[in-house]
């Protein structure tokens, strides 16, 4: 059973940074996608940033030009470095990898909170 362990959430004052990683438990084959979703409680989990296989990425219009997906293929990670965080971004963030079979896997969630 694969899994993901994302790390690196926490508190931080607005204005400040967090990168946040996800890495697989072992090595998964034909990675077509990885990204980060966020969901506050009681409302639905919507997409952060996306990141193809070829690194084509694609974000939420809400953190365009203050996050930055990437990620290590070698080592099945993906990060997301926030910047500039606002307390809006407050949320729990959780990484997703879908690999061209299409198998799904989500991570546990990490806690990101951002203080005015």
């Known amino acids: 059973q694969v899994q993901l362990v994302e790390s690196g959430g926490g508190l931080v004052q607005a204005g400040g940074s967090l990168r946040v990683s996800c890495a697989t438990s072992?090595?998964?084959?034909?990675?077509?996608?990885m990204g980060w979703y966020r969901q506050v409680p009681g409302k639905q989990r919507e997409v952060v940033a996306t990141?193809?296989?070829?690194?084509?990425?694609n974000y939420a219009d809400s953190v365009k030009g203050r996050f930055t997906i990437s990620r290590d293929n070698a080592k099945n990670t993906v990060y997301l470095q926030m910047n500039s965080l606002k307390p809006e971004d407050t949320d729990v963030y959780y990484c997703?990898?879908?690999?061209?079979?299409?198998?799904?896997?989500w991570g546990q969630g990490t806690q990101v909170t951002v203080s005015s």
């Open positions: 990141i193809t296989s070829g690194g084509s990425t």
């Open positions: 997703k990898v879908i690999t061209t079979r299409p198998d799904i896997y």
């Open positions: 072992r090595i998964i084959f034909r990675i077509n996608a």
